[in-house]
Each structure stands twice: as C-alpha cells, then as structure tokens.
C-alpha cells in the first residue's frame, strides 16, 4: 500500500533514471512496437480530467506533508500538467477479454524541458483496496501517490503512464489480478499501446526513451513488466522497481506463517483471489479458506476508503 513517507525512493529513481533524457529521437517508439491484439483505446480522443499550473500544483503539494517534503527536496515543478483518463482493452488472470483505465500525465509550458518529444514514464502503483482508485484524479485528497507523481514525472517534463490495474476504477472485471506477473505486465503494456494512441490523438510526441519504475506491489509489476517488455523484443532505457515482493514464495510464507503485520490479512485475501482465477486449484468453494461470513466477499475490493 502506498504511504507518502515511503515515497521519497520514487522521487529518487525518477531523478536519476534518466539524467539526459533529452536525447535522441531515432529509431521507433517502443510503444509503437507493442501487439495491437490488446490495448486498444476506447475513448479516443481521451477524457482531460484537468489543467494543473505550476501554482496549482505548488498550493496543492504545500497542504500535505508528503508534499512539503518533495518542496524541500528541491522537486518544485517546472512544468504545468494536463491529465488524461484513458480506457483500454485488456485481459483478466486467465485471458479473458475486459478493460480497464489509466492515467496519462503530460508537461505542459514554455520551459524547454516541458516541449517537444518527451521521454515516458511507465509507473505502476502500491496495494489499494479501495475499488474506485483513480490515480488520474489529482482532485481527490486520498490521491497523494498520484499528485507526487505528477511532481516528480510531468512537472520535470516527462510523460506519464500510469494503469489504474484491472479490477480498479471504471474496469469491467469483477477481481483485481493482484501479483499476478503474467496478467499485470500484460495490463501494463495495453497501457502502454492506448498511451500510443493517445498522444498520437493528441498531437504529442515521445522520444523513444522508456523508463518502467513502481512502488510496493508496483515494484513487483514494475519488475514483471520490465522482463515482458524485454521478452517481447522492446527496450527499456532504465528501470527501477521499489519496495516490492519478488520472491513470491517467501512472501506469501510470511503473509501466512512468518513476520504477520497488518497488511497481511488484506495480502492473504486479495493473493487467494488473484490466484484462483490464474490457477483455478487454490480451492473448491471460498468456504475452504475462509469463515462463511467473509467468503462471499473474496473477489471484493472496498467500496469505501
């Protein structure tokens, strides 16, 4: 789950993925080389949630701690961000068709470092239980990744892509695939070709350099997604996965047996379900792992925060 006191690595490796980022613009644009099975755009041209002006984005960051940290840190923005909700063709744990939504954060202003072709950010997000998640929504005050990510990415002049995940927001399927490496690079990547169309949309260029990055449970997706970005024959410039678990295994022997904290509950539930419908073995009814008056509710992401 994100918390902003844990933030600071993203603003880290966000800095120093890419110290020239300006750099060339030859050859062809790693999402352009993306399968067009998946990843379609399905509201083109995207839905702008919102214009943030350097001043906007400095009297939003001033009223919450995590936000007067990345001022003290020297991240004070330089560009003005527009934001885009994107809606996109994916597939669930098992293949099956369904969508699910992204945020695309774009610099905007007349600072050299807010023009012409951009590099990307792919970033992909903590453990959330709400179902509502919209990282795309800077308005919202339980959004504090996404304004600290639209600090560290657009405002210093980089695009952003960041999947809001299946299961989450406007998506149609009724599980969210948590740690699911095969379905959530998979997601990633159809984030990736609806940002293609997007910008194309939009008239806005990227400069082929892609830079995967994620915090928690986004540093297990971001490592996935780097591997089946790299399988698929695209390149990646640098990556950096923060935070995440990665030996699946371990982690889900301590979620169940060895160093329990209070995410653990809500880890054993949400692997349980992802699991169930990559694997189909995990149980016969959800009676078999939990009391019958939780059962029912095993798919279930939170309707309130």
Known sequence: MFQ?????????????LAPGYGGSTEGVSPLQMLPAARGQLLNSPPARLGSFSVSDLLSRLSGSQLGRELIKLAFSPTCSVDTYHLEYDTVGARGEATTASAALMIPTGSHPRCQGPRPIVLYAHGKRTLKSFNIADLTSQSNEEGLALATVGPARGY????????????????????LDADQQSKDMMDALTAAHSALSALRIADNHKLFVTGYSQGGHVAMATHRALQAAGIAVTASAPMSGPYAMSAFGDAV??????????ENFIMLASSYQHAYGNLYTTPTDILEPKYASAIDALSTTD
Do not use: E, W
């Open 256 to 265: 169940v047996m060895g160093q329990v904290d209070d995410g653990s509950t």
């Open 4 to 16: 902003g006191k844990r933030f600071v690595p993203l603003v880290l490796a966000v800095s120093l």
């Open 159 to 178: 695009i952003v892509v960041a999947p809001n995940y299946a299961g989450y927001d406007t998506s149609s399927l009724n599980y969210h695939p948590y």
